[in-house]
């Protein structure tokens, strides 16, 4: 299953996101459910650095099924718009996949990082 993590701030905005894990619908290299998240959270990343120029951390490992990636500013009416449409794409696959593929949740990484608990 692939779990996604959408991280946002206090103030609600998102700030980046975390994506563990393969769907298992169907071999890799065939798995159509992967290759959907992989494409539309590469797009974002993608998008947020070369569109809007803005900076970002993280890393990504396709073996293992991972991306990581945080704004190193502050969110903008831009980076907001392609975390929530990254949010509706992914919800879209979850609701036409069903969840037992992809789990989205989100997370308020201000209070994680106050209590420890970031992941």
Aim: proline share 3%.
């Amino acid at each position: 299953m692939i779990r996604v993590v959408m991280h946002r701030n206090r103030a609600m905005q998102y700030t980046g996101f975390t994506v563990n894990g393969h769907a298992g619908f169907d071999a890799y290299g065939r798995d159509i459910v992967c290759a959907a998240v992989s494409a539309l959270t590469t797009t974002t990343a993608n998008s947020i650095e070369q569109l809007l120029k803005l900076p970002v951390s993280g890393e990504a490992d396709a073996e293992e099924g991972s991306m990581r990636l945080e704004l190193d500013c502050m969110p903008t009416t831009g980076t907001d718009l392609l975390f929530s449409s990254l949010f509706l794409g992914l919800s879209e696959i979850a609701e036409a996949y069903g969840p037992g593929y992809i789990r989205i949740t989100t997370e308020d990484m201000d209070a994680a990082r106050r209590t420890g608990t970031e992941s």
